[in-house]
């Protein structure tokens, strides 16, 4: 099978266009075959090892082959998964069981790891520079994740590491996190704030919403969740999390849209807002779970990546920079600006696209402009029940943006372009879990 039907094998039948997002036939990821010599060389660079990054490592030399030199610089020794993060602040799930390594990348498809931060990127010349030492590249591709900014009356973004866990990257923030949940005194409220559109989904804010009041429900009565919402109504699966939050969690979900954060007092565990019609309220809280804006990494500001938004616009049929003078680096994942979510699902398919486009480039061929994505995501609303979302992708050569089809028709209640499960259900809740385990290993494996 080529890589464009590989792609578009994954997007329609794999994953599910116009159902539920479809578990894969394998219950257990099967290790692909070694990279062979296919004629094709390069140097290429890969900055970050997470969903988008260890995925585009990977296909490189699946689809490149021995000739094609992949290098992978990520900080970090392991990848901790923020798909199924939020089960880790009910108890369900222990924090390392999210954890996957790159031992597979580099032992059987022949990654080179160097394990350091990249502190800058000379394009002119084709180097990246990280603690220890300088590497040069013929395309490099970034996968940095976001980085987080202080929310009002912060006073460094430290105190997201000591005292009010965002827990948006899955690891110590989501541990402290817990152990703040259940030292929470019964009675004591939780308030989580939720930043204006686009931001990375999972850990998705609603899903964590209805996880922490099924577990305050079960373990904190009298507390409640207040959810001071930037954005003017639910973004996604509107229905399915509107009835959650007013028949399962009613008098523990207190849903505030439209609430505008204007200073969180850390030390007195308090937050401000403005309501959207005039009004300053602040709200007392045992737990703050502030999760701020998102950004692309200051590293990608520095290398003059950024256009008008806070993330790096790409051509989606390659990713490669739309600034000319940048066209060797490829930008994937979270800090990428496209129509398509901030997602774990997307980042794999992402590094895939990428993949293959620049292979193509290596080769000297013309890229593919058939390209198809799907995203889909779980979401659990219980400790057993769960619903869905998925919407298909594909590039439109007028506007040159990823765009839903036009037979690809929504669910009502659902966002455009975009279909939905109709109920939380606990077969959804195990089709999760195949899901989750399929993604995981496809991306790492």
């Not at 394998?26 to 140097?43: C, E």
């Not at 490829?330 to 992402?350: C, L, M, R, W």
């Not at 292979?359 to 057993?384: E, H, M």
Request: hydrophobic share 40%; with cysteine.
């Amino acid at each position: 099978m080529d890589r464009r039907k590989f792609l578009g094998s994954l997007a329609a039948g794999g994953l599910g266009l116009l159902a539920a997002p479809g578990v894969w036939a394998a219950d257990a990821p099967v290790l692909f075959p070694v990279p062979t010599n296919t004629g094709i060389t390069g140097n290429v660079v890969v900055v970050g090892g997470g969903m988008s990054g260890a995925t585009v490592a990977k296909y490189l030399r699946l689809w490149g082959g021995t000739g094609v030199n992949v290098t992978l610089i990520e900080m970090s020794p392991s990848y901790t998964s923020n798909i199924m993060s939020n089960t880790v602040l009910s108890g369900q799930r222990e924090l390392s069981s999210l954890e996957y390594t790159y031992a597979t990348l580099t032992g059987h498809y022949g990654v080179r790891r160097i394990t350091s931060r990249v502190t800058s990127i000379d394009s002119d010349h084709t180097r990246v520079y990280y603690e220890g030492g300088d590497i040069g590249y013929d395309r490099l591709v970034l996968a940095p994740g976001l980085e987080f900014d202080r929310m009002p009356g912060m006073v460094d973004v430290s105190q997201y590491d000591t005292d009010i866990p965002h827990a948006w990257k899955a690891g110590p923030q989501t541990a402290l996190l817990r152990s703040q949940l259940v030292a929470l005194t019964p009675g004591q409220n939780v308030v989580l704030t939720i930043p204006p559109a686009p931001y990375r989904c999972p850990p998705g804010p609603y899903e964590r919403v209805c996880v922490i009041a099924d577990w305050l429900k079960a373990n904190k009565p009298g507390s409640r969740i207040i959810v001071l919402d930037a954005n003017l109504d639910i973004v996604v699966e509107k229905d399915n999390f509107s009835t959650a939050f007013t028949t399962l969690y009613a008098g523990i979900v207190d849903y505030r849209p439209g609430s505008t954060v204007t200073k969180v007092d850390v030390g007195a565990r308090a937050v401000t807002y403005d309501d959207g019609v005039g009004k300053s309220w602040t709200e007392n809280a045992g737990v703050i779970n502030a999760i701020p804006p998102q950004r692309a990494p200051k590293l990608l500001a520095d290398a003059g990546l950024l256009g008008a938004t806070p993330f790096a616009p790409v051509d989606v049929l390659s990713y490669a920079s739309t600034n000319p003078d940048k066209s060797l680096i490829h930008v994937i994942g979270d800090a990428s600006f496209t129509t398509q979510p901030k997602a774990g699902h997307i980042g794999n398919q992402q590094g895939k696209t990428c993949a293959d486009a620049i292979v193509r480039l290596l080769a000297g061929k013309p890229l593919d402009r058939q390209v198809v994505t799907n995203s889909a995501c779980y979401t659990p609303i219980t400790l057993t029940t769960a619903t869905w979302l998925s919407a298909v992708y594909q590039y439109d050569g007028t506007s040159r943006k990823m765009i839903v089809p036009s037979w690809h028709i929504p669910a009502v209640g659902a966002p455009a372009g975009a279909i939905a499960a109709t109920a939380a259900t606990t077969e959804n809740y195990q089709d999760m879990l195949v899901w989750f385990k399929t993604l995981m290993g496809d991306t790492f494996s």
